[in-house]
């Protein structure tokens, strides 16, 4: 694709130092939606990319690199460091660019093909956890969305609905204090009371409960301010967003596939399905209900999966080495 010249044209005011990042980057392609065959007409140009600093960034101290990014397009080049790390946890949206189709590759280089050359050994079992987590976040939103659909917040919650005066009677202190003894133990202990007192927990839980519900509804008013015009009328009209629906069940394939056959789809073969679901073909209890049955099977998967446990950190570290002494150099 000949996409590179202009996407690298920011390269020359990005904080004045990284008119070598055109040239050194290794591997560089669409991401996001236009990869996965799923994008719209108002679908935005994603791009991710991989690549090697000069011998300063490795020798000295005086120069830094993790990764550049930019806009219009939405680009991210990672430093071949980071991208091993991340690609070796299976963070979803770095571990497939490696599987992009040749259509979608922008550019790249001896050292790019290299790194692909090798995906396979960046999968791991670890996938379940990484992509599972991913879809489950979906899944919190569609709720939370829906959940907002129905029955949204009518006001922003006051101090004297929850008994408590203008300003705080427990000190930030010791609200701190409790919130870390409760997340250590898990469980609400009577022991609390005897160390700071019936009036100070009474108090303790009323603020939590206000705090909870101010966020709930910092959160509601964010999203009914923030959000595309577009996805509102999708969710007005199914009564859940649609698009997540379709991002939820892809991700979920992504990780049975990857699980059962150690390959990451990322040309969705069941794209006019996924499209279909966009456009609300799936109603959110199907939506539910398929997402719940998925991921009560991935602990199945998981147990079958040829994968191994965890990626052979020192096999990635010595391809990682392999690549930045063929590029450094240059």
């Known amino acids: 694709m000949e ?32 990869a996965y065959g799923l994008a719209t007409e108002e679908s935005d140009l994603d791009v991710k990319g991989i690549s090697v600093p000069p011998r300063e960034y490795f020798h000295g101290f005086l120069h830094r ?8 397009p939405d680009l991210t080049v990672y430093d071949v460091r980071k ?21 979608d590759v922008i550019q790249t280089s001896e050292w790019g093909e290299y790194v692909r050359h090798f995906r396979t050994h960046f999968l791991s079992k670890k996938a379940k956890y990484t ?9 919190k939103r569609i709720k939370t969305h829906r959940k907002w659909l129905l029955d949204p917040p009518t006001h922003k919650p006051t ?11 427990v000190s930030p202190d010791i609200m701190g204090a409790i919130a ?30 206000y705090h909870n519900a101010l966020t ?25 967003d649609a698009k997540h629906a379709m991002h939820l069940v892809r991700i979920m394939r992504m990780c049975r596939e990857i699980l059962t056959t150690g390959e990451v789809v990322v040309r969705r073969p069941d794209r006019e399905e996924l499209l279909a679901i ?45 690549v930045v002494e063929g590029m450094i150099g240059r």
Not at 83 to 103: K, M, R, S, T, Y
Not at 131 to 139: E, G, H, P, T
């Open 216 to 240: 709930r509804w910092q959160q509601y008013e964010n999203w009914r301010r923030n959000r595309n015009s577009a996805r509102a009328e999708m969710e007005k009209r199914f009564g859940f």
């Open 180 to 209: 870390v003894l409760e997340g250590a133990t898990g469980v609400q202990s009577d022991a609390y009371t005897l160390k700071f007192g019936p009036e100070v927990m009474h108090a303790y839980q009323r603020e939590r409960a």
């Open 131 to 139: 992509f599972s987590d991913y879809a489950v976040a979906q899944l």
């Open 278 to 322: 966009r456009n609300g073909a799936w109603s959110y209890d199907q939506l539910i209900e398929w997402a719940e049955r998925q991921d009560a099977e991935m602990n199945d998967l998981l147990e079958k999966s040829p994968l191994r446990k965890s990626p052979d950190r020192v096999y990635l570290d010595a391809l990682c080495r392999n």
């Open 65 to 72: 690199f993790e990764q550049a990014e930019s806009k219009d």
């Open 159 to 169: 101090r004297d609905e929850f008994g408590l005066p203008e300003t705080t009677v």
């Open 83 to 103: 991208f091993f790390q991340l690609a070796a946890d299976c963070n979803p949206n770095i571990i497939e660019i490696l599987w992009v189709a040749d259509e």
């Open 3 to 34: 996409l590179s010249s202009t996407i690298f044209d920011w390269k020359r005011d990005y904080r004045g130092n990284l008119g070598w990042l055109s040239e050194r980057t290794i591997f560089l392609c669409v991401h996001g939606s236009r």
